[in-house]
């Protein structure tokens, strides 16, 4: 069983540049969720993709897209990048399709700097 | 809304002894509750989480954690140490008709030989 993969590791980009991440969920997961972790800080919800559909969407402006792709893997999108958007970015898996509440699977993230 | 309060920043300790990180909640609903570890430059592993039945939840490694509703609390515990445990430990909550996580902002346990 593969578990979940994120690429690529690290980035550095400047303000103003645009952004993608990319993210593998774990097999025979159906529904990634995308975080935000700014040095010294927890994790901060910023969308989820289930079957292709955004699921429900943290406090993060619009420049902050994604999509999700028929095998499940997904991409974030960030938009006209900002200083504070330095940060690990986490994807994490599940699937939504078994009725209980399910683990979310986390990856190694992708650390982002912005300069 | 929901919030989680790790009151803990850091826990030092040394190899053996006895440990408790402190997690509180709030939420207007129920939830679920979970502890996540994470060690220099990785990602989060699940360490154990609270769905229902037996209020008292276990992991592999030794670490336990008790769901307190009336004290709103889910604090997490392992009677010895050791020098692999030092990492960053998170909680969560997730409300029951989402699958959204709230974390607290972590505690670093330290472990000292």
């Known amino acids: 069983e593969t578990g979940v993969t994120q690429s690529p590791t690290h980035l550095i980009k400047t303000r103003g540049q645009q952004v993608t991440l990319r993210c593998s969920s774990q097999?025979?997961?159906?529904?990634v969720s995308w975080y935000q972790q700014a040095l010294g800080q927890g994790p901060q919800f910023i969308f989820q993709?289930?079957?292709?559909?955004?699921?429900g969407r943290g406090n993060f402006p619009p420049r902050f897209s994604g999509l999700q792709f028929p095998n499940y893997s997904s991409e974030l999108n960030v938009n006209a990048l900002e200083l504070d958007d330095s940060a690990l970015y986490l994807c994490?898996?599940?699937?939504?399709?078994?009725?209980?509440?399910?683990?979310?699977?986390f990856g190694p993230g992708t650390r982002l700097l912005v300069l | 809304a929901q919030s989680v309060t790790q009151l803990d920043s850091q826990v030092p300790v040394f190899e053996e002894a006895p440990v408790e990180l402190r997690c509180n909640y709030s939420?207007?609903?129920?939830?679920?509750l979970f502890w996540y570890v994470q060690y220099p430059n990785q990602g989060l592993q699940l360490l154990l989480k609270?769905?229902?039945?037996?209020?008292l939840v276990e992991s592999i490694n030794g670490f336990e954690a008790e769901f307190n509703k009336s004290q709103t609390s889910f604090h997490l515990r392992k009677p010895s140490v050791h020098i692999s445990d030092t990492a960053e430990y998170f909680c969560?909550?997730?409300?029951?008709?989402?699958?959204?996580?709230?974390f607290g902002t972590g505690t670093r346990l330290q472990v000292f030989p």
């Open positions: 994490a898996s599940s699937s939504r399709d078994i009725p209980a509440q399910e683990t979310q699977y």
């Open positions: 097999s025979g997961h159906n529904t």
């Open positions: 993709y289930y079957r292709e559909e955004e699921n």
């Open positions: 939420s207007s609903v129920s939830v679920y």
């Open positions: 609270y769905l229902s039945g037996s209020t």
């Open positions: 969560a909550v997730s409300p029951h008709n989402t699958d959204k996580l709230i």
